[in-house]
C-alpha cells in the first residue's frame, strides 16, 4: 500500500519510555493509575493512592515529561520548562498537581507538586501572568520516585483552593 502514513518522532519516543520508567517506580499494592484519553490539558495520568487495600479519594494529577539531557544545577536543582497554560492549569486545580519528571539515561525520575512551588515560590507565580509561553520550574535532585513514597502520599492526601480575589492558590491539606 503506498501512501502518507503517520511518522514517529523523538517525541513519542521519550514519552513513551519516560512511562515505562515512572510507572514500575509506583508500589502496585500501594498506588493506581488512570490514564487520559480525553482531551489533554496537561494531565497525562492520575495516580490514586490505596490505603490498606482502600481507595480514599487521594490522587494526584500528573504530568510526565522525558529528557535525556537533565542536568543538576547550582543547588540541587533540575531546571526544566514547562508551558504556562500547564502552570496555570495545575494552581487552579484543587487535586495535586504534580510534575513528574524522568531522566531517560539514569532512569530516575524526579517530581515536583506544582501548586506548592508556586505557593512557595510568590516570584515565580507572579511570572505566570506575564506574556510568555513557557516557564522554567526548579526540580529538586532529592525529589525521587521510588520505595519511599511518604511524601507523595502526604502530596495526594492534600488539596487546594484557588483564591479568585486575592490570584493565588492555597493548600488546604496535607
Known amino acids: 500500500m503506498s501512501g502518507a502514513f503517520p511518522k514517529d518522532s523523538p517525541g513519542r519516543r521519550a514519552e513513551t519510555r519516560s512511562f515505562q520508567i515512572l510507572f514500575p517506580k509506583f508500589n502496585a499494592d500501594r498506588w493506581d493509575f488512570i490514564g487520559q484519553d480525553h482531551h489533554d490539558h496537561g494531565v497525562d495520568y492520575t495516580f490514586e493512592h490505596i490505603d490498606n487495600g482502600e481507595y480514599k479519594g487521594h490522587r494526584i494529577l500528573a ?27 495545575a494552581v487552579c486545580c484543587k487535586t495535586p498537581f504534580v510534575l513528574f ?74
Do not use: M
Open 63 to 89: 504530568q510526565i515529561k522525558g529528557s535525556s539531557s537533565l542536568k543538576a544545577g547550582k543547588g540541587g536543582y533540575i531546571a526544566f520548562p514547562i508551558p504556562v497554560k500547564t502552570a496555570n492549569y
Open 101 to 174: 519528571l524522568v531522566d531517560l539515561q539514569s532512569q530516575i525520575a524526579y517530581y515536583l507538586p506544582l501548586q506548592d512551588y508556586f505557593i512557595a515560590n510568590e516570584e515565580r507565580y507572579e511570572k505566570l501572568s506575564a506574556n510568555k509561553s513557557s516557564i522554567t520550574v526548579y526540580v529538586p535532585v532529592d525529589n525521587i520516585v521510588g520505595e519511599e513514597d511518604s511524601d507523595l502520599i502526604a502530596i495526594a492526601k492534600s488539596g487546594y483552593f484557588f483564591d479568585e480575589e486575592q490570584d493565588t492558590p492555597i493548600k488546604i491539606g496535607g
